[in-house]
C-alpha cells in the first residue's frame, strides 16, 4: 500500500516555464489537496478537490492549475513559473474531507530562477 | 478565518523530560489535527480529535473545545522524537482545508 506519492521529489525551472506535480494516491479517498510550505509560515491551502471531477480553490490559488479526472490522480500544474512560487508542495488525501485523518505525500521542493 | 497559533515555537529539552507543546485557535472547529514533520521533511499524522483525549505509546493530545486549545504531551521523550510538530484545524464548510500552526520545532538531546 503506497499511501500518497508525489513527484518529483525535486525540480528547479526557470522563470516563465511550466510543470506539473504530480500526486496519486490508492487509499480511494474522495478528498485531495495541495499545500505550499514557505519557511516561517504554516503550510497554505493552495487547491483541493472532494472528489473526480470536483475542485475548488484554497487561499492562495493564483499561478496554480489543477484537474481531478480519476479519484487517485490530483496533478498540480504551474502554468508559468515565478521566483515567488519556489516552496515546498505537499499532496494530502483524506478518505472523505479534510476533518478525515490526512495522509500527506513525501513533498516537493520547487526552485524557481 | 481561523487563527492557530502554537507555542513554543523552539524547544529544547534532555532525554526523559516530558515535553507539552501546546495549540490555541480562534475560530469553533470540527476537527484538530497533530502532524509531525521529520528533517526529511515527510509530514505524517499523529492524531485527529474532535473532543477528549487521545492516547498513542508515548504520545497524549488533549483538546478544550470551550477554551479552544490542544496540548500534545510526549513523555520519556526520545532523540527520536526530535521534528517539527504541527497542529492543523479544521473549521468545516467554506475553504474546505485545514488551516496549519507554524510548527514547534523540538529538539531531544540524550
Known amino acids: 500500500n503506497a499511501g500518497v506519492t508525489q513527484t518529483p521529489k525535486f525540480q528547479v525551472l526557470k522563470t516563465g516555464q511550466s510543470m506539473t506535480l504530480q500526486c496519486a494516491q490508492d487509499m480511494n479517498h474522495e478528498y485531495m489537496s495541495w499545500y505550499r510550505q514557505d519557511p516561517g509560515m504554516g503550510l497554505r491551502l493552495i487547491h483541493y478537490?472532494?472528489?473526480?471531477?470536483?475542485?475548488d480553490q484554497g487561499e492562495v490559488p493564483n499561478g496554480y492549475n489543477v484537474s481531478r479526472s480519476t479519484t487517485e490522480d490530483f496533478p498540480l500544474r504551474l502554468l508559468s513559473a515565478a521566483p515567488s512560487q519556489t516552496s515546498v508542495y505537499f499532496c494530502?488525501?483524506?478518505?472523505?474531507?479534510?476533518?478525515?485523518?490526512?495522509?500527506f505525500g513525501q513533498g516537493t521542493r520547487l526552485t524557481v530562477v | 478565518k481561523n487563527e492557530v497559533e502554537q507555542s513554543p515555537q523552539n524547544l529544547t529539552a534532555q532525554e526523559g523530560e516530558f515535553i507539552t507543546i501546546n495549540c490555541s485557535y480562534s475560530?469553533?472547529?470540527?476537527?484538530l489535527h497533530w502532524l509531525q514533520q521529520h528533517p526529511g521533511g515527510g509530514i505524517v499524522s499523529l492524531f485527529m480529535?474532535?473532543?477528549g483525549k487521545k492516547k498513542h505509546g508515548r504520545l497524549i493530545a488533549t483538546i478544550n473545545i470551550q477554551e479552544k486549545h490542544s496540548s500534545l504531551h510526549i513523555t520519556a521523550s526520545h532523540p527520536r522524537d526530535s521534528a517539527v510538530y504541527i497542529c492543523?484545524?479544521?473549521?468545516?464548510?467554506?475553504?474546505?482545508?485545514?488551516?496549519f500552526g507554524k510548527g514547534t520545532h523540538l529538539i531531544i538531546q540524550p
Open positions: 475560530v469553533g472547529i470540527s476537527a
Open positions: 494530502a488525501s483524506g478518505r472523505t474531507g479534510a476533518g478525515t485523518e490526512a495522509f
Open positions: 492543523a484545524a479544521f473549521s468545516g464548510g467554506g475553504a474546505d482545508g485545514l488551516t
Open positions: 478537490s472532494v472528489g473526480a471531477g470536483i475542485t
Open positions: 480529535l474532535s473532543s
